[in-house]
Nanobody, 111 residues
């Protein structure tokens, strides 16, 4: 069955970087688009980045130029490289494939 397992979250200071990973199982990553979402306390879940089946990418304006989504089809893994992190980036980050969510990984940006 489809499983998405995120990792890589943590507590960092403003300006630092993190790389999130999402290991997918139950389907070939190369056949599907994937997305990263985040949800901050008291806010709606929002999409921050997506990568299409063909590998094209798009980003929310709030993270454009700082976050990069990528994938390694040999590892069936999607990544989210997050640079120049800000306190506003604090949220639970989720990996998403059409109809399926991972369990999320907490990212906290604080001095």
């Amino acid at each position: 069955q489809v499983q998405l397992v995120e990792s890589g979250g943590g507590l960092v200071q403003p300006g630092e970087s993190l790389r999130l990973s999402c290991v997918a199982s139950g389907f070939p990553l190369s056949n599907y688009g994937m997305s990263w979402y985040r949800q901050a306390p008291g806010k709606e879940r929002e999409r921050v980045a997506q990568i299409s089946q063909t590998g094209s990418t798009s980003y929310a304006d709030s993270v454009k130029g700082r976050f990069t989504i990528s994938r390694d089809t040999s590892k069936n893994t999607v990544y989210l490289q997050m640079n120049a992190l800000k306190p506003d980036d604090t949220a639970v980050y989720f990996c998403y494939k059409l109809g399926f969510w991972g369990q999320g990984t907490q990212v906290t940006v604080s001095s």
